[in-house]
């Protein structure tokens, strides 16, 4: 850049030293005012050679000032350098740019985007498998054969409880039985094995009947498929042995131990000789009542025909709805021939059928219309009012008990003709007592006085029926 100013700093000298310097503005200013949009128009002679030379210079200006464009520097019509604020662009910037410089192309990427280092290939291409080199320092003949397989380790006394006891858990709520049998079975038990009847036979003396059942069936599932024969027998002869220590979170251990026993063996995954193997050695005073009940038991199912299918009670959402309305109905008979409030209450319990609770109440309605005996009213209003007073039937489920009644009043009424007199007086009872609200009160129906002939039409009769 330096050489290119030097030769225009002696072209300028060159021309300064050709004319004199008077001369020079006055012909300079002429030739200005010859020239018009850069054309040149007719002018005196003697100055044509002087405008070729200044045409002459201004070319050369202009193709160094085109040149030095990108550098940043330019040069004004009198010479001075100007400094530009355009910034100056690096000649790699044209080799970083991926287009194509051909104007080719449409900008894809090439061998779409299979092509360069690092990549793994083109979408669907398929490799083949590595060849083995056997001058490979680290090949080991002895690895081609090998089978890889997922090792599971064994589970110890603290890993197995924390493990199965989640299951057995879940399974009280779920009830089926393949997905136990599923998750032990992708679990390696080991040693443990025999100790999976021990741990469900001991979280279900804790729990409900329903769940004692379920313990039966799960215990039947299991023998077979992930339990054998020697692991149930192996687990029930150590609940016997710990049975003074469930005694003390189970008050009722021994009877419900014997009734685990008895449906084992009547489930042939426990074997008969079982109880008769205990004959004479048994110290424990807890261990000689769980066998006497389990004996009982058998002897009374070959005597009596005792089905051990129903010893526990199936649990309540599991039960038939006949077969609930059929307890309820037992449950209000014996109630009103005892009069024990509290005995209903714990049996209604048993039941475990709290979303059922209406069916109870509806029940109990019925028989009051049906009894038409004031007796019955008294003795099923003091045990609603019971019950809903220790929350086991709920405001709710009394409710709908109650509705369920007002909208079968219709069909009640052909068997029994009273019965809207009858359930007027029971619920204006109820709602004395407090059992229900006003609004239940309220909805209760009522038929009013028939009348074949209206007293005001005449004499004309009623054909319409009410």
């Given at each position: 850049r330096q050489v290119k100013l030097r030769q225009t700093e002696r072209e300028t000298d060159y021309l300064s030293d050709s004319f004199p310097s008077g001369d020079e503005d006055n012909t300079f200013t002429g030739n200005v005012n010859n020239e018009i949009n850069g054309n040149w128009i007719s002018a005196p002679t003697g100055s044509i050679h002087e405008a070729r030379l200044k045409a002459k210079v201004k070319r050369r200006l202009r193709k160094n000032s085109s040149r030095d464009s990108g550098r940043g520097d330019s040069l004004s019509d009198n010479g001075d350098v100007v400094r530009s604020v355009v910034p100056p662009t690096s000649p790699k910037g044209k080799l970083l740019n991926?287009?194509?410089r051909m104007g080719k192309g449409r900008?894809?990427?090439k061998k779409g985007g299979a092509g360069g280092k690092g990549v793994w290939g083109s979408?669907?291409?398929v490799?083949?498998?590595d060849e083995v080199d056997v001058k490979d320092p680290n090949y080991d003949a002895e690895q081609e054969n090998?089978?890889?397989e997922t090792v599971v380790l064994p589970l110890d006394g603290e890993t197995f409880e924390k493990t199965v006891t989640p299951i057995v858990q879940e399974y009280f709520e779920h009830g089926d039985a393949n997905e136990v049998a599923e998750l032990l079975a992708e679990l390696n038990l080991g040693s443990m094995r025999g100790d999976v009847p021990m741990l469900a036979v001991s979280l279900a003396l804790e729990a409900k009947a329903s769940h004692r059942e379920l313990t039966s069936r799960l215990l039947s599932e299991l023998c077979g498929r992930v339990l054998t024969a020697a692991d149930v027998e192996a687990s029930f002869h150590k609940l016997l042995k710990e049975l003074?220590?469930?005694?003390?979170d189970a008050p009722g251990a021994p009877q419900m131990l014997g009734q685990f026993i008895a449906r084992a063996v009547a489930d042939n995954i426990l074997p008969k000789s079982f109880i008769d193997g205990y004959k004479g050695r048994v110290d424990s005073e807890y261990a000689r009542s769980a066998l006497d009940r389990a004996a009982?038991?058998?002897?009374?199912?070959?005597w009596t025909g005792l089905r051990f299918d129903s010893l526990w009670g199936s649990g309540g959402g599991q039960r038939p709805v006949n077969q609930l309305i059929k307890e309820v109905n037992l449950l209000l008979k014996e109630f009103l021939l005892s009069g024990d409030t509290v005995e209903a209450e714990r049996c209604l319990r048993e039941l475990e059928v709290p979303h059922f609770h209406h069916e109870f109440v509806y029940e109990a309605v019925i028989m009051v219309l049906e009894s038409k005996g004031d007796r019955t009213l008294q003795m099923i209003l003091q045990l609603l009012k019971s019950l809903c007073a220790s929350t086991v039937i709920t405001v709710d489920q009394l409710r709908r008990g109650f509705e369920r009644v007002y909208l079968d009043m219709a069909d009640l009424s052909i068997d029994v003709p009273c019965a809207y007199s009858l359930l007027e007086q029971f619920v204006e009872q109820s709602f004395n007592a407090g059992v229900i609200d006003k609004k239940?009160?309220?909805l209760c129906p009522c038929r009013g006085r028939k009348r074949f002939i209206s007293e005001g039409d005449g004499g004309r009769l009623k054909l319409s029926s009410y």
């Amino acid at each position: 850049r330096q050489v290119k100013l030097r030769q225009t700093e002696r072209e300028t000298d060159y021309l300064s030293d050709s004319f004199p310097s008077g001369d020079e503005d006055n012909t300079f200013t002429g030739n200005v005012n010859n020239e018009i949009n850069g054309n040149w128009i007719s002018a005196p002679t003697g100055s044509i050679h002087e405008a070729r030379l200044k045409a002459k210079v201004k070319r050369r200006l202009r193709k160094n000032s085109s040149r030095d464009s990108g550098r940043g520097d330019s040069l004004s019509d009198n010479g001075d350098v100007v400094r530009s604020v355009v910034p100056p662009t690096s000649p790699k910037g044209k080799l970083l740019n991926r287009r194509s410089r051909m104007g080719k192309g449409r900008g894809l990427p090439k061998k779409g985007g299979a092509g360069g280092k690092g990549v793994w290939g083109s979408p669907g291409e398929v490799y083949d498998e590595d060849e083995v080199d056997v001058k490979d320092p680290n090949y080991d003949a002895e690895q081609e054969n090998c089978v890889y397989e997922t090792v599971v380790l064994p589970l110890d006394g603290e890993t197995f409880e924390k493990t199965v006891t989640p299951i057995v858990q879940e399974y009280f709520e779920h009830g089926d039985a393949n997905e136990v049998a599923e998750l032990l079975a992708e679990l390696n038990l080991g040693s443990m094995r025999g100790d999976v009847p021990m741990l469900a036979v001991s979280l279900a003396l804790e729990a409900k009947a329903s769940h004692r059942e379920l313990t039966s069936r799960l215990l039947s599932e299991l023998c077979g498929r992930v339990l054998t024969a020697a692991d149930v027998e192996a687990s029930f002869h150590k609940l016997l042995k710990e049975l003074p220590d469930l005694v003390l979170d189970a008050p009722g251990a021994p009877q419900m131990l014997g009734q685990f026993i008895a449906r084992a063996v009547a489930d042939n995954i426990l074997p008969k000789s079982f109880i008769d193997g205990y004959k004479g050695r048994v110290d424990s005073e807890y261990a000689r009542s769980a066998l006497d009940r389990a004996a009982v038991l058998l002897r009374m199912s070959r005597w009596t025909g005792l089905r051990f299918d129903s010893l526990w009670g199936s649990g309540g959402g599991q039960r038939p709805v006949n077969q609930l309305i059929k307890e309820v109905n037992l449950l209000l008979k014996e109630f009103l021939l005892s009069g024990d409030t509290v005995e209903a209450e714990r049996c209604l319990r048993e039941l475990e059928v709290p979303h059922f609770h209406h069916e109870f109440v509806y029940e109990a309605v019925i028989m009051v219309l049906e009894s038409k005996g004031d007796r019955t009213l008294q003795m099923i209003l003091q045990l609603l009012k019971s019950l809903c007073a220790s929350t086991v039937i709920t405001v709710d489920q009394l409710r709908r008990g109650f509705e369920r009644v007002y909208l079968d009043m219709a069909d009640l009424s052909i068997d029994v003709p009273c019965a809207y007199s009858l359930l007027e007086q029971f619920v204006e009872q109820s709602f004395n007592a407090g059992v229900i609200d006003k609004k239940l009160r309220d909805l209760c129906p009522c038929r009013g006085r028939k009348r074949f002939i209206s007293e005001g039409d005449g004499g004309r009769l009623k054909l319409s029926s009410y």
